[in-house]
């Protein structure tokens, strides 16, 4: 919906809300996508993009920052949906991990692969999930591959 400005004697110009008026451009600036979450009584927020990994545990998720770590009382899958957007990828029933804290993936002989991310925290890919593992790289260099079909 517009709003019409009209200038003395100047033909009917038809402009947006927040061309009309300025000061609500701040609010409708791109800005980085935050999570909001309650923790003791007041609601925090954060960047999708300084959260290292998730972790079930029971009905709550450990949100796991480089420094700290927040529980929240919320299924896995309620805050996978919400993440995968944001790069995180599932390498376990219990666990999500932001793509650009992955420093290095190795197999191990039983099928599935450990994953160490940024601050050398190492999760294990379960069989189940090593698929999601190809979304990792945007591409590859050398021969071979490490993840066998």
């Known amino acids: 919906m517009g709003v019409a400005i009209v200038a003395k004697n100047a033909p ?5 809300l927040v061309e009309a008026f300025p000061p609500w451009q701040r609010f409708t600036s791109p800005r980085e996508p935050r999570i909001a979450f309650k923790v003791k009584g007041r609601i925090l927020f954060i960047n999708p993009g300084d959260v290292v990994a998730v972790q079930s545990e029971g009905n709550y998720v450990w949100l796991r920052l480089e420094t700290l770590s927040h529980l929240l009382r919320e299924s ?3 805050v996978a949906e919400k993440l995968e957007p944001h790069g995180f990828i599932r390498i376990h029933r219990s ?12 197999p191990y002989p039983t099928g599935e692969y450990g994953l160490r991310v940024k601050g050398g925290k190492e999760y294990t890919v379960t069989r189940t999930y090593k698929r999601n593992l190809k979304s990792l790289a945007a591409f590859w260099l050398g021969t071979g591959g490490l993840f066998s079909d």
């Open 76 to 78: 896995l899958s309620v």
């Open 95 to 106: 666990v999500l991990v932001n793509a650009s804290f992955v420093e290095e993936i190795r």
């Open 12 to 16: 009917l110009q038809t402009a947006s």
